[in-house]
C-alpha cells in the first residue's frame, strides 16, 4: 500500500537523517525546506526557508510609484498597469484578481481590474499593528502588522477576500520587525510553510532565543492560524523539526531554486 510504503519511508529517513526532499510526500514540512541567503547586506547571511511554488500571477513596482504592473496567465504574460496612488510593498493573490499594498495606517486590498479599494486588514492584536503589506496564502494574507509609528511587529493573519481577523500569526507572543523576511510555500489544502528570518538576530552577540537567526519554518493551517509543526534551522545547515510532542533531526537541507 502507498500509505504504508510513504510511512516507512519517513521512519528510515528520520533514522538517519536523510536529506529533505526524498524523505516525505504526506503533507508535511519536508519537501518545502530549503536553505536562502540575505543579501541584503556586505556578507551574505544564510537561512532556512521554503520553496517558492510558481504562481499564474506576478506583481512588479518601485514603493510609492503611482502604478504597479500585474501579470496573469500562463507564464504571467498578459500584463497591465494598476493605479494604486502612493504605496509601500505589493503582493498579488494567485489568479491575479486582487493585490494586497502597504498603506498609511493599514494593509489595503485592491482589485487588480479596476485598481479601487476593496477594503483595508486591520490587527486585533493592537490596532496601531496594522501596517505595512502582507503576503497572499491563498484566500488568507499573512498581514505584517507594522507598529505605525515605530519598528517593531505584530503579524497576522486575516481573510484577504472579506477582511476578518483570523489570528495571531504563530502565537499571541510572537514579535517581528519591520526587516523581518518571510517565504511561504503551499503543503496542501489550508496548510502552508511559512519561513520568518531576522538579521539582526543574526548578528546579535548573544545567542539568539527566537530561532530566527538561523530562519524557522511553520506549517500552518491558515483557516484557524493553528501552527502543526515547526522546523528550526541549526547552525551548519542542519533542521529539527518539531511534530507535536516529538522532534526529528534532518541532517541537510538543499539550497533554494534560483528565482
Same mark, same amino acid.
Given at each position: 500500500m502507498k500509505l504504508v510504503g510513504s510511512v516507512v519511508v519517513a521512519l528510515l529517513a528520520s533514522l538517519v537523517g536523510a536529506p529533505v526532499g526524498a524523505a516525505r510526500a504526506d503533507g508535511t514540512l519536508d519537501a518545502a525546506l530549503c536553505r536562502r541567503q540575505d543579501t541584503r547586506w556586505d556578507k551574505p547571511i544564510p537561512y532556512l526557508s521554503v520553496v517558492r511554488a510558481p504562481t499564474a500571477a506576478s506583481v512588479t513596482g518601485e514603493a510609492g510609484a503611482p502604478t504597479v504592473t500585474v501579470c496573469r496567465g500562463p507564464g504571467s504574460t498578459r500584463c497591465a498597469p494598476v493605479s494604486l496612488g502612493d504605496h509601500g510593498a505589493v503582493d498579488v493573490n494567485a489568479d491575479g484578481s486582487l493585490l494586497v499594498v502597504a498603506a498609511a495606517r493599514a494593509a489595503r486590498i485592491h482589485d487588480v481590474r479596476t485598481g479601487k479599494l476593496k477594503r483595508t486588514l486591520v490587527s486585533k492584536r493592537i490596532r496601531s499593528y496594522s501596517c505595512g503589506g502582507g503576503r497572499w496564502l491563498g484566500d488568507v494574507v499573512l498581514a505584517r502588522g507594522d507598529n505605525c509609528e515605530e519598528f517593531d511587529a505584530l503579524p %497576522?493573519?486575516?481573510?484577504?477576500?472579506?477582511?476578518? %481577523?483570523?489570528?495571531?500569526?504563530?502565537?499571541?507572543?510572537?514579535?517581528?520587525?519591520?526587516?523581518?523576511?518571510?517565504?511561504?510555500?503551499?503543503?496542501?489544502?489550508?496548510?502552508?510553510?511559512?519561513?520568518?528570518?531576522?538579521?539582526?538576530?543574526?548578528?546579535?552577540?548573544?545567542?539568539?532565543?527566537?530561532?530566527?537567526?538561523?530562519?524557522?519554518?511553520?506549517?500552518?493551517?491558515?483557516?484557524?492560524?493553528?501552527?502543526?509543526?515547526?522546523?528550526?534551522?541549526v547552525a551548519g545547515g542542519g533542521v529539527v523539526i518539531d511534530e507535536g510532542k516529538a522532534s526529528r533531526p534532518v541532517a541537510s537541507v538543499p539550497a533554494c531554486p534560483a528565482p
Open positions: %497576522y493573519l486575516a481573510n484577504g477576500r472579506t477582511g476578518r %481577523y483570523i489570528a495571531a500569526f504563530v502565537s499571541k507572543t510572537f514579535e517581528a520587525n519591520g526587516e523581518t523576511l518571510y517565504d511561504v510555500a503551499h503543503v496542501e489544502g489550508s496548510r502552508w510553510a511559512i519561513a520568518v528570518f531576522d538579521h539582526y538576530q543574526a548578528e546579535a552577540d548573544v545567542v539568539d532565543p527566537t530561532g530566527l537567526g538561523v530562519g524557522t519554518v511553520f506549517l500552518i493551517d491558515v483557516k484557524t492560524g493553528k501552527v502543526k509543526a515547526t522546523a528550526h534551522g
